[in-house]
Nanobody
Framework: QVQLVESGGGLVQAGGSLRLSCAASGRTFSLNIMGWFRQDTGKEREFVAG????????SYADSVKGRFTISRDNAKNTVNLQMASLKPEDTAVYYCAGGSGWNLRDASAYVSWGQGTQVTVSS
């Protein structure tokens, strides 16, 4: 099994920045992809960003492209999400996910999920 633990959420003003981190432990060798999803109250969970452990390829939702950056540290088994120019509509619980699939944007490709970290952007 794989355990994922997110950190770095909080309250920030619009235009500000936050950095989320996800620490993976356990059978991490079984993971091919890592991603970030978010879910706001009353809304469906949506893809934010994703990457492969073995490739520099990344994918972003259109709503965050140019503002968010996903990165990974293979030696430390961590995946980070640097968020800049935050907007009130970025407010949500952010989840780190890991999977053995190939489609970064598809939640069903992920099998391991963290408990989530709250990000609140005030206007």
């Amino acid at each position: 099994q794989v355990q994922l633990v997110e950190s770095g959420g909080g309250l920030v003003q619009a235009g500000g920045s936050l950095r989320l981190s996800c620490a993976a432990s356990g059978r991490t060798f079984s993971l091919n992809i890592m991603g970030w999803f978010r879910q706001d109250t009353g809304k469906e969970r949506e893809f934010v960003a994703g990457t492969f452990w073995s490739s520099a390829y990344t994918s972003y939702a259109d709503s965050v492209k140019g503002r968010f950056t996903i990165s990974r540290d293979n030696a430390k088994n961590t995946v980070n999400l640097q968020m800049a120019s935050l907007k009130p509509e970025d407010t949500a619980v952010y989840y780190c996910a890991g999977g053995s699939g190939w489609n970064l944007r598809d939640a069903s490709a992920y099998v391991s999920w963290g408990q989530g970290t709250q990000v609140t952007v005030s206007s």
